[in-house]
């Protein structure tokens, strides 16, 4: 059977060097095709990887409060606020725990860009981290794991009024920023330089997202700090984080900005933008990167519909304008199934000529692509992937078109059109 | 004779209807994907100021030294010291300083709750250098801007929900404790990109202008821009006193000035030059000048804010109608090709050739007419859908509009053109003998 098909190959070769161009179309097509869709699927790959991400914290159960503090609060009445505030949040019913920093996961910007030396004069290019302020309460809030060394004690934590040169003397960072400040030694205990002064590392998390994750950061998403630190700033606000018992948000979240109301309306807490709970931050954080992905599944689905439909299209026209040719084959001995086997045959050396020069255009987009977007190498196994989705598709489009042509009967040789 | 073409073509399309149909969907698909692709992106890399943008310049003076500039580059935005400077000397010219604030409004009635409202403090000229409507009254004088006179000019949305939408010029407003009298209230305005103040705190597609207040007035009440870039990371990011932050050489004022004529524009960047050389002399500046003078269009293509995103769905889509054309020249091929029999018919029986290319032109414009027609309604469509698959913020801007429209017809009548050319050549080159002899 198989001997039977290979042996149709040269004349179905011959036989498309008859119909030069529209053989050169499918292949032309086939290739195009290859090239834009596995393109756009290492593009959703990449954004899918990117958005799925976790944060290290509790996110189905964590909201923030997004305060703003009335202007003629000062820095004082603000640190005595922000106390009050916590104690009032960690009170209401439903609320696990609380704190105060100043930006919060997936929140995209905001968080306090910092340089951490390792030592008071280095001269080399310090390590970045992105700073959350908080207290002794931060870790738990959060949800984040502990994996070494001790958490905050309450007399750590320090009072930052604007302009203040205060440093806090110990500080919690990430196994990531902890590997990367001292090349996977023992980073617990030791001293690193912040641009205030000198800090001892007492504890390295698991893991915890900056607040700019969902925007442009990518290195160093995952190298945090917490520094225990409540930042009096009139101007730029205070963030409360705050953590549900598991399945209370709903309710929690109301109550929370009640309490908080009531406690003093000395505040601004926008009606619309002012609670958000981490799932809202995540949706809305990698909103780009969900509609690219869309728009990439789209596209390509679309164009494999329109490359399957062209190849359903333009065989059966060959089918049609070879009736004669089909006749003749038949009524000289060729079996219904030798014939549908000449266009299936047919169908995959085109699309195979598709791919092959479908590879190429692909990596070459792929490396013009590679400037403009942040993108990588595409990897290898995204080109046969695609192609044997080319191939499946062109095969299966062909199968009408071959299955008439193969109930052609013998006696179309002599009839008339 | 184009009549008696169309009922041919007619008549072939009741015969080959799936082929018909399959090449209108694919036409259609193509150019409705790329338009609507093409109508975000003409929303994040479109001229917020058609007509005016290339008499607005944003000068740009060099602060901070070649160890802390990026690239060379001069930061984007001047220090209070500079800032001041091109206004003290700015001849005659408009000018116009701009930098975001948040303010606090505490309602007089005790009972709303307070409210924080986004805008920008600027100078007078702002709002006639950059076309701002007013719906009520007007910008402020010339001498509130000297005298920093606590004055207001409100957005349309604010007013809204402040006033009802009434004139509320001559009203007050409170804002950070302070009494505002509401001068002026503009019409939906709402440039995009928000070139203005994009510089300074970015999001350029998202809405503010709540209030703009008058720059010396904010500047008096020791009001901050959310975001400062200073010369160094260590000594200046924490300016304690505001004095201390005017004078420092931190920057966070946008400037922009109105110049008409090559000469004008020369003139001023001589200035910026001179003005720069004087910094150098008296040992602000440790280094000779390095000034820019960009045109709106140059400084929002400086600033790269058309997302990368958008540009690669751009890509994609315009690829996706490169596609779609080549399908359709294939199935236009086909579907011409099976008739050839009836095109040696005619040649044989006495159609020019002109004839043959008149009635296969006559057909592929009436399937390109179709295929626009469905090209131009999925975009209509995906137009409105487009925030589901684009960036929200952009997406939410994407219009339908006369001149998209003008754009996807031809777009459309194009691509046809592309897709039917050489099909209706290769019908037009059918032998009438060859066919005779084979089918006939």
Not at chain 1, 31 to 59: C, I, Y
Not at chain 1, 211 to 240: C, F, H, K, N, Q
Not at chain 2, 109 to 133: H, K, Q
Request: aromatic letters at 8%.
């Amino acid at each position: 059977m198989a001997k039977r098909a290979w042996r149709q190959i040269r004349p179905i070769l011959r036989a498309l060097t008859r119909h030069r161009t529209a053989a050169l179309l499918i292949v032309l097509q086939v290739a195009l095709t290859l090239a834009v869709v596995s393109n756009a699927m290492f593009v959703v790959g990449t954004r899918l990887v990117h958005l799925s991400r976790p944060t290290g914290t509790d996110e189905k159960n964590l909201f923030v409060v997004v305060n703003q503090w009335a202007p003629d609060l000062d820095a004082d009445a603000i640190g005595a606020r922000m106390r009050g505030d916590v104690a009032t949040l960690r009170r209401v019913p439903g609320v696990a725990d609380a704190f105060a920093s100043e930006a919060y996961p997936l929140e995209g910007g905001y968080g306090v860009l910092a340089e951490v030396k390792r030592e008071a004069g280095q001269t080399t290019k310090p390590r970045l981290g992105i700073m959350y302020f908080g207290d002794e309460h931060a870790i738990d809030t959060l949800g984040v794991h502990l994996v070494e060394g001790r958490n905050f004690r309450p007399e750590e934590v320090i009072d930052l009024p604007p302009g203040s040169d205060a440093a806090a003397s110990v500080v919690i960072i990430t196994r990531s920023l902890a590997h990367k400040l001292f090349d996977g030694e023992a980073a617990l205990g030791r001293t690193v330089w912040l641009s205030d002064g000198p800090a001892r590392i007492v504890g390295i998390l698991e893991t915890l997202q900056g607040p700019y994750a969902g925007s442009t950061t990518r290195s160093i998403d995952e190298d945090t700090i917490l520094y225990p630190a409540r930042s009096m700033s009139p101007t730029m606000g205070t963030v409360y984080l705050v953590r549900s018992q598991p399945g209370a948000l709903t309710s929690v979240r109301k109550a929370a900005v009640d309490a908080l109301w009531a406690e003093s309306r000395k505040r601004i807490i926008d009606p619309e933008s002012g609670v958000v709970t981490l799932v809202q931050a995540r949706e809305h954080g990698y909103a780009t990167d969900r509609s690219v992905a869309l728009m990439m599944c789209l596209v390509s689905v679309l164009l494999l519909l329109a490359t399957g439909a062209g190849i359903i299209g333009l065989s059966s026209f060959w089918v049609g304008q070879r009736r004669r040719h089909i006749g003749v084959r038949r009524a000289l001995g060729a079996t219904a199934s030798d014939v549908s086997t000449y266009f299936q045959l047919e169908n995959f050396l085109l699309v195979g000529a598709g791919v092959v020069g479908g590879s190429v255009l692909a990596y070459a987009a792929n490396i013009s692509l590679l400037h403009l977007y942040e993108l990588a190498i595409m990897p290898w196994y995204i080109l046969p992937l695609a192609a044997s989705a080319l191939w499946v598709l062109g095969q299966a489009a062909v199968f009408a078109p071959a299955r008439r042509a193969a109930r052609i009967a013998p006696v179309a040789a002599i009839r008339n059109l | 004779m184009l009549g008696y073409y169309a009922a041919l073509a007619l008549r072939s399309f009741r015969g080959g209807k799936a082929l018909t149909l399959l090449i209108v969907t694919l036409m259609g698909l193509g150019v409705a994907t790329c338009m609507v692709a093409y109508a975000v992106f003409r929303v994040s890399a479109g001229d917020p100021l058609p007509g005016r943008s290339g008499s607005l310049f944003v000068p740009q003076i060099d602060n901070f030294g070649p160890t802390r500039t990026v690239g060379g580059e001069p930061p984007t935005q001047l220090s209070y010291t500079d800032a001041m400077a091109l206004w003290r000397a700015r001849d005659g010219r408009r000018l116009s300083l701009v930098y975001p604030l948040t303010m606090v409004n505490e309602p007089a009635d005790g009972v709303s709750l307070p409210a924080s409202l986004e805008g920008d403090a600027v100078t007078r000229d702002f709002f006639a250098m950059f076309d701002a409507p007013f719906r009520y009254g007007h910008a402020w004088s010339e001498s509130d801007d000297v005298g920093r006179a606590s004055a207001v000019v409100i957005g349309d949305r604010l007013n809204r929900r402040l006033f009802g939408g009434k004139d509320s010029t001559g009203q007050t407003l409170q804002l950070d404790g302070h009494v505002f009298r509401i001068v002026g209230v503009i019409a939906d305005w709402n440039p995009r990109p928000r070139f203005y103040d994009v510089a300074t705190i970015g999001q350029p597609f998202v809405r503010r202008g709540d209030i703009f207040v008058p720059f010396s007035r904010a500047v008096d009440l020791a009001k901050r821009s959310p975001y400062g870039y200073c010369s160094s990371t260590t000594a200046d990011t924490r300016v304690p006193d505001f004095n201390a932050w005017l004078h420092s050489e931190c920057d966070w004022i946008g400037a922009w000035v109105e110049l008409r004529g090559a000469t004008d524009i020369e003139r001023y960047r001589q200035y910026l030059t001179a003005y720069s050389a004087t910094q150098q002399q008296v040992g602000r500046f440790g280094w000779p000048p390095n000034v820019r003078l960009s045109s709106l269009p140059q400084w929002l293509a400086s600033l790269k804010i058309v997302p990368k995103a958008t540009t690669l769905s751009l890509i994609v889509a315009v690829s996706f109608l490169g596609i779609a054309i080549v399908n359709v020249m294939g199935l236009m091929l086909a579907r011409f090709m099976r008739r050839s029999a009836e095109i040696g018919i005619r040649r044989a029986l006495g159609a020019s050739r002109r004839a043959i290319y008149a009635q296969f032109g006559v057909e592929a414009a009436a399937i390109g007419a179709a295929g626009a027609m469905l090209g131009v309604v999925l975009t209509w469509l995906g137009v409105a859908g487009s925030r589901f698959v684009f960036e929200p913020d952009i997406a939410a801007w994407a219009r339908m509009d006369p001149g998209l429209l003008v754009t996807t017809t031809a777009v459309a009548v194009g691509a046809t053109l592309c897709a039917a050319l050489y099909p209706t050549w290769r019908a037009a080159q059918v032998q009438p003998a060859w066919q005779i002899k084979t089918d006939g």
